[in-house]
C-alpha cells in the first residue's frame, strides 16, 4: 500500500524488472539511447544509486531474471538479422523467377536505394556495430561503408538526381538531423542540424532542394 515513489530517473522504455534476492536492488532493461538498444541497470530501491550491467555486452539484453540465491541471471538477448532480397521483374507489374538474396549479414540490413543510373545501392547497416551508410555494386559486391558517424540511429538515405551525393538522417549531434555525404565518401555535411527533429530527407528532382519532415 502507500503512494507509489519512483526509484529510477533512466526515463526510457522498460523491457523486464526483477527483485534481487535480498529486496534492495531492482534490475531493470530499459532502452539506451546511447548505446541504441535496451540494457540492464542495478537500481536502489532507495532510488538513490543505479548502474549499468556492463559484464552483460552490447547486444539487446531484456527480462532479466534473477535466482533465488542471488547468483545466476537469466535473461534474453536479441539479435536481428534482416536482409536485403531482390527478384528480377518482366515488366514493371510482373514478376519473373524468384527472390534471391542480394545484401546480408549476421546483423540488420535495411533502407535500400538504387542510385539514378541503377549501378549502385545505398542502403542501411549495423554489421560495424552502429547503423550506418553503406552503398554496394546493383549486384550485392564492391561493398563500401560511407559514413562512420557515432549515433545511436543512422538511416533513410537519398541519391541527388546526379547521383554523386547522398543525404540521409542520423542522430550525431545527439537530436535527429540531415546530413549530406558525397557518394564516394568523405567527412558528411550537417544540412539541418538543430534542437528539432529532421528526418526522412529527399532530393527534389532536378536536384535543387532537399525535403524533410520536422517536429519544428
Not at 534476492?21 to 544509486?49: C, F, Q, T
Not at 559484464?55 to 536482409?83: C, F, H, K, M, Q
Not at 550537417?190 to 529527399?202: G, K
Amino acid at each position: 500500500g502507500g503512494e507509489p515513489r519512483k526509484v529510477t530517473t533512466l526515463d526510457a522504455a522498460i523491457q523486464g524488472i526483477d527483485w534481487t534476492p535480498d529486496g534492495k536492488e531492482i534490475l531493470v532493461s530499459a532502452l539506451s539511447h546511447e548505446a541504441g538498444g535496451y540494457r540492464v541497470w542495478r537500481v536502489s530501491v532507495r532510488g538513490n544509486k543505479q548502474e549499468r550491467v556492463a559484464e552483460l555486452g552490447a547486444e539487446d539484453v531484456t527480462w532479466p531474471s534473477v535466482s533465488r540465491r542471488g547468483n545466476r541471471l537469466a535473461y534474453v538477448r536479441s539479435i536481428n538479422n534482416w536482409n536485403i532480397w531482390q527478384f528480377p521483374l518482366a515488366t514493371p507489374q510482373k514478376v519473373k523467377g524468384s527472390p534471391v538474396k542480394l545484401i546480408s549479414s549476421t546483423r540488420v540490413e535495411s533502407g535500400m536505394r538504387y542510385s539514378p543510373d541503377g549501378r549502385k545501392i545505398a542502403f542501411v547497416s549495423d554489421r560495424s556495430g552502429k547503423t550506418q551508410i553503406w552503398t554496394c555494386g546493383r549486384d550485392g559486391a564492391n561493398l563500401a561503408q560511407l559514413t562512420f558517424l557515432d549515433a545511436n540511429d543512422t538511416g533513410t538515405p537519398a541519391w541527388s538526381p546526379d547521383g554523386h551525393r547522398i543525404v540521409f538522417d542520423s542522430t550525431a549531434s545527439g537530436t535527429e538531423g540531415v546530413y549530406l555525404v558525397n557518394a564516394d565518401g568523405g567527412t558528411p555535411q550537417p544540412l539541418v542540424v538543430d534542437s528539432s527533429t529532421n528526418a526522412q530527407p529527399s532530393f527534389s528532382h532536378d536536384g535543387q532542394w532537399v525535403y524533410f519532415s520536422s517536429d519544428r
